[in-house]
């Protein structure tokens, strides 16, 4: 593992590719205590003049616990070969598994944030915003009856990129 720090707009491949298509692994916490699921909703742009990416959680994954009690978070896009891992960390919680373990994934740090060592690149973003996002402000009431319970909807982080790591 030889992870290099790059520009932001260096970034390789196509964003809205990786975030829709292949999925990414957001992850927040420490190096010994941190939590990760997979993201196919988000943005990423500038704000207020700062490279910024913009992510979804709802309240009921663990990974909010995380989201909620640090100042930094990772986007990670893993290196093909890797679909297994992606499809459990969007399906299983890491409240009832030990998903590092289950996904075969292997913990790595940069900047002392998590990711891993099968990353293509990481993002490391350091949070300038939250706030809830209540369904029924953004679906119609038949996607929302049949998608969301009353206390279970999207948090929406923004976080301003302070790094980005490819790995060689």
Same mark, same amino acid.
């Given at each position: *593992?030889?992870?290099?720090?790059?520009?932001?707009?260096?970034?390789?491949?196509?964003? +809205?590719? /990786?975030?829709?298509?292949?999925?990414?692994?957001?992850? %927040?916490?420490?190096?010994? $205590?941190?939590?990760?699921?997979?993201?196919?909703?988000?943005?990423?742009?500038?704000?207020?003049?700062?490279?910024?990416?913009?992510?979804?959680?709802?309240?009921?994954?663990?990974?909010?616990?995380?989201?909620?009690?640090?100042?930094?978070?990772?986007?990670? %896009?893993?290196?093909?070969?890797?679909?297994?891992?992606?499809?459990?960390?969007?399906?299983?919680?890491?409240?009832? +598994?030990? =998903?590092?373990? &289950?996904?075969?994934?292997?913990?790595?740090?940069?900047?002392?944030?998590?990711?891993?060592? &099968?990353? !293509?690149?990481?993002?490391?973003?350091? =949070? *300038?915003?939250?706030? &809830?996002?209540?369904?029924?402000?953004?679906? $119609?009431?038949?996607?929302?009856?049949? !998608?969301?319970?009353? /206390?279970?909807?999207?948090? *929406?982080? +923004?976080?301003? +990129?302070? %790094? !980005?790591?490819?790995?060689?």
């Amino acid at each position: *593992m030889s992870f290099r720090k790059i520009e932001p707009t260096e970034l390789p491949g196509n964003i +809205i590719d /990786e975030v829709c298509n292949k999925w990414m692994l957001l992850s %927040a916490g420490t190096e010994s $205590d941190f939590n990760f699921m997979t993201v196919n909703w988000g943005m990423m742009g500038e704000l207020w003049f700062k490279p910024a990416v913009t992510v979804y959680v709802r309240h009921s994954r663990h990974t909010m616990n995380y989201m909620e009690s640090s100042d930094t978070f990772t986007l990670t %896009a893993l290196k093909p070969g890797h679909e297994d891992a992606l499809k459990l960390a969007g399906s299983k919680s890491g409240r009832d +598994i030990d =998903k590092l373990k &289950e996904s075969g994934l292997t913990a790595a740090v940069v900047d002392g944030c998590p990711t891993f060592e &099968e990353a !293509a690149y990481t993002i490391v973003c350091k =949070k *300038m915003y939250a706030d &809830e996002m209540p369904p029924e402000n953004f679906l $119609d009431k038949e996607v929302f009856d049949k !998608a969301y319970t009353d /206390e279970d909807y999207h948090k *929406m982080y +923004i976080g301003q +990129i302070v %790094a !980005a790591y490819v790995n060689d």
